[in-house]
């Protein structure tokens, strides 16, 4: 298992930029995959983003495409998530995730771990 805390959200405006971080702690965090999903009020809970634990592939919601980066830093245990191009679309709860060895799964179901979530809200 390996803990995950997740922080830097917060309000931003429409066309705006936010840097999501989350450390990571306890098992290995170079054997896992990495990554986020986010969930809005009413709404399930969807995957946007992962990277393998080699930092060598990474993977997007067709959604976030060309707008979201995902990163990690595996001497730092860290991954982070930077957002650009923001829009209402995106105000949600933003989860950092985990899956030893195997790649980050897109259903959240199969997830083996789970930061506390952070809040981005975009408004217009």
């Known amino acids: 298992q390996v803990q995950l805390v997740e922080s830097g959200g917060g309000l931003v405006q429409a066309g705006g930029s936010l840097r999501l971080s989350c450390a990571a702690s306890g098992r290995s965090f170079n054997n896992y995959s990495m990554g986020w999903f986010r969930q809005a009020p009413g709404k399930e809970r969807e995957f946007v983003a992962r990277?393998?634990?080699?930092?060598?592939?990474?993977f997007y919601a067709a959604s976030v495409k060309g707008r979201f980066t995902i990163s990690r830093d595996n001497a730092k245990n860290t991954v982070t998530l930077q957002m650009n191009s923001l829009n209402s679309e995106d105000t949600a709860v933003y989860y950092c995730?985990?899956?030893?060895?195997?790649?980050?799964?897109?259903?959240?179901?199969?997830?083996?771990?789970w930061g506390q979530g952070t809040q981005v809200t975009v408004s217009s």
């Open positions: 995730a985990a899956r030893y060895s195997s790649t980050l799964p897109t259903n959240p179901s199969e997830v083996d771990d």
């Open positions: 990277i393998l634990w080699s930092g060598s592939s990474t």
